[in-house]
């Protein structure tokens, strides 16, 4: 039944597509019209007028542009430009794009191992993740960096992020602005063989298990399996309880973020597409057999945790199955299509939004967690952003309208590197409620201390005003007194 359902979502558009490339004759609209509205609009008419004004713009750059251009690329172009105002997520993958995406998906290729958006103003890509064990991640490079240029060359001199690609061992240098320093900077790199290992695990105290998802691709569900049976195993058959990792993930295959709910639920829905024709709707609902047998789940979450990674941890925690703690996620509440073209080239197109549960979109506002991480700085690593207030959804230009958007006290989530954040996960998982009590409690002795210093602080004393002399009277000279004349000795007879 799932393999069905990734069938279907996998290939939501295809009929539409081929009947598009196949048929002949496209019947015309003679007068501009509104949007279409319906499934039948979606193929059957095409406005001429706007044809004709695509075609003598064509042709006068053809004949008139101060250098010749070629044919295939400035069809290439016309084409991106169809998908340049839509979502930031829609895009036009050229050949080696296309197959560079395939591999990524599949979980080897070579390159430096992270994950790019594409900026609207073609300067910058910025950093959605980079991947666990790879170069871009060894190098320190951030979720949210900003690459700007590559081996000097300008990102709007580039063609898509083929130079990011490359011979196992070859070198690349990347410009990078960052958060929190003053100018761009060089990373160097040296590309490898990136074999993704999208689950890793361990046992952080006997009886408690720790999985870490780094992104859902192909083999993730089947890795996820035997990483838990293995955990259970070293635990002497059940686990007491399990700390899921979904920090920085930025997503991947939906159907197997899917699988690994399927694997920790006994019922109950696990999410929902919705979009504007009927075959990109699917829902995907549990089925009986929890894996864990009921054993208590932390999910671990922050700021770079997107779109596959948000549909885990939505469908765990709307279903009671898992409390989520860290921070905000990233808020890709979309479902992106590849629809593979004649000539080998793709287009990734969003069509649909996913619901979790509850029945909520968290397109643009992210998942809260029931429990808020703040990042603490990290002194040996002056580089890494005290906050990332502006990484989210909300932020990229022309993102799709969240149904919650804009409510207020909203606030971006943070990246939550290290290993602070999974003991808080694990002393959740053991004692649920104690990491808030804590958290409350410093709170609280933090704005005591503050009071208290503001308290114990002496005032500051106000300067004495110079009070106004009066103006000095001249002394009064004291009165002339006669001079005291000698007694007068009478003379003696």
Same mark, same amino acid.
């Given at each position: 039944?799932?393999? !069905?359902?990734?069938?279907?979502?996998?290939?939501?558009?295809? $009929?539409?597509?081929?009947? &598009?490339? %196949?048929?002949a004759p496209v019947p015309l609209k003679e007068t501009p019209g509104k949007a279409a509205s319906s499934e039948e609009?979606?193929?059957?008419?095409?406005?001429?007028?706007?044809?004709?004004?695509? #075609?003598?713009?064509?042709? &006068?750059?053809? !004949?008139?542009?101060?250098?010749?251009?070629d044919d295939d690329k400035l069809m290439q172009s016309a084409v991106r430009g169809l998908l340049l105002d839509l979502d930031p997520h829609s895009t036009y993958f050229n050949k080696e794009d296309a197959e560079a995406f395939d591999e990524q998906a599949n979980g080897a290729?070579? *390159? /430096? *191992? @992270?994950?790019? %958006?594409? %900026?609207?103003?073609? !300067?910058?890509?910025?950093?959605? =993740? $980079? /991947?666990?064990?790879? $170069?871009? !991640?060894? &190098?320190? /490079?951030?979720?949210?960096?900003?690459?700007?240029?590559?081996?000097?060359?300008?990102?709007?001199? /580039?063609d898509a992020s083929e130079p990011l690609r490359g011979p196992a061992g070859s070198k690349v240098v990347l410009t990078i602005v960052r958060d929190g320093k003053p100018k761009p900077f060089d990373v160097s790199l040296t590309r490898q063989t990136i074999r993704v290992t999208s689950v890793r695990s361990r046992l952080l105290e006997p009886g408690y298990g720790y999985i870490r998802l780094s992104t859902f691709q192909a083999d993730t569900g089947s890795d996820f399996q035997k990483h838990l049976q293995q955990l259970q195993k070293q635990s002497g058959g059940n686990l007491k309880g399990l700390v899921l990792d979904l920090r920085s993930n930025p997503g991947g295959l939906l159907t197997a973020a899917v699988q690994v709910a399927d694997d920790l639920l006994d019922k109950g829905n696990i999410v929902s597409t919705r979009g504007r024709i009927s075959i990109s709707d699917a829902r995907f609902d549990a089925t009986p057999g929890d894996l864990?047998?009921?054993? $208590?789940? #932390? @999910?671990?979450?922050?700021? *770079? =945790?997107?779109? +596959?990674?948000? @549909?885990? +941890? *939505?469908a765990l925690r709307d279903n009671k199955r898992a409390r989520v703690i860290g921070s905000r996620t990233f808020g890709k509440g979309s479902v992106q299509t590849v629809l593979p073209l004649d000539n080998g080239d793709s287009v990734k197109l969003t069509t649909a939004r996913y619901y979790t549960p509850s029945g909520k979109s968290i397109q643009a506002t992210g998942i809260v967690p029931e429990v808020e991480l703040k990042a603490a700085p990290r002194p040996e690593d002056e580089a890494l952003p005290a906050s990332l207030s502006d990484y989210s959804e909300a932020t990229l230009p022309g993102h799709l309208r969240g149904d919650e958007e804009g409510t207020e006290g909203y606030h971006a989530g943070a990246v939550l590197p290290g290993d602070g954040p999974i003991n808080d996960a694990l002393a959740e998982l053991k004692n649920p409620g104690s990491v808030a009590a804590r958290l409350k409690a410093e709170a609280a002795k933090a704005e005591a201390d503050k009071a208290a210093k503001v308290a114990a602080k002496p005032a500051p004393k106000a300067e004495p005003k110079a009070e106004a002399k009066p103006e000095a009277k001249p002394e009064a000279k004291p009165e002339a007194k006669p001079e005291a004349k000698p007694a007068e000795i009478p003379a003696k007879p």
């Amino acid at each position: 039944m799932r393999a !069905a359902r990734t069938a279907t979502l996998l290939l939501a558009l295809l $009929p539409a597509l081929s009947w &598009a490339q %196949q048929t002949a004759p496209v019947p015309l609209k003679e007068t501009p019209g509104k949007a279409a509205s319906s499934e039948e609009a979606v193929t059957s008419k095409v406005p001429l007028d706007d044809i004709r004004r695509f #075609v003598a713009v064509y042709n &006068a750059v053809r !004949a008139a542009y101060v250098d010749p251009v070629d044919d295939d690329k400035l069809m290439q172009s016309a084409v991106r430009g169809l998908l340049l105002d839509l979502d930031p997520h829609s895009t036009y993958f050229n050949k080696e794009d296309a197959e560079a995406f395939d591999e990524q998906a599949n979980g080897a290729y070579e *390159g /430096i *191992g @992270v994950e790019l %958006q594409q %900026q609207p103003d073609n !300067a910058s890509m910025k950093v959605i =993740s $980079p /991947i666990d064990d790879t $170069p871009a !991640a060894k &190098a320190g /490079i951030l979720a949210g960096d900003l690459i700007i240029a590559i081996d000097g060359k300008p990102i709007s001199a /580039i063609d898509a992020s083929e130079p990011l690609r490359g011979p196992a061992g070859s070198k690349v240098v990347l410009t990078i602005v960052r958060d929190g320093k003053p100018k761009p900077f060089d990373v160097s790199l040296t590309r490898q063989t990136i074999r993704v290992t999208s689950v890793r695990s361990r046992l952080l105290e006997p009886g408690y298990g720790y999985i870490r998802l780094s992104t859902f691709q192909a083999d993730t569900g089947s890795d996820f399996q035997k990483h838990l049976q293995q955990l259970q195993k070293q635990s002497g058959g059940n686990l007491k309880g399990l700390v899921l990792d979904l920090r920085s993930n930025p997503g991947g295959l939906l159907t197997a973020a899917v699988q690994v709910a399927d694997d920790l639920l006994d019922k109950g829905n696990i999410v929902s597409t919705r979009g504007r024709i009927s075959i990109s709707d699917a829902r995907f609902d549990a089925t009986p057999g929890d894996l864990l047998k009921g054993a $208590p789940v #932390v @999910v671990l979450v922050d700021a *770079g =945790s997107a779109s +596959a990674s948000e @549909v885990l +941890a *939505g469908a765990l925690r709307d279903n009671k199955r898992a409390r989520v703690i860290g921070s905000r996620t990233f808020g890709k509440g979309s479902v992106q299509t590849v629809l593979p073209l004649d000539n080998g080239d793709s287009v990734k197109l969003t069509t649909a939004r996913y619901y979790t549960p509850s029945g909520k979109s968290i397109q643009a506002t992210g998942i809260v967690p029931e429990v808020e991480l703040k990042a603490a700085p990290r002194p040996e690593d002056e580089a890494l952003p005290a906050s990332l207030s502006d990484y989210s959804e909300a932020t990229l230009p022309g993102h799709l309208r969240g149904d919650e958007e804009g409510t207020e006290g909203y606030h971006a989530g943070a990246v939550l590197p290290g290993d602070g954040p999974i003991n808080d996960a694990l002393a959740e998982l053991k004692n649920p409620g104690s990491v808030a009590a804590r958290l409350k409690a410093e709170a609280a002795k933090a704005e005591a201390d503050k009071a208290a210093k503001v308290a114990a602080k002496p005032a500051p004393k106000a300067e004495p005003k110079a009070e106004a002399k009066p103006e000095a009277k001249p002394e009064a000279k004291p009165e002339a007194k006669p001079e005291a004349k000698p007694a007068e000795i009478p003379a003696k007879p």
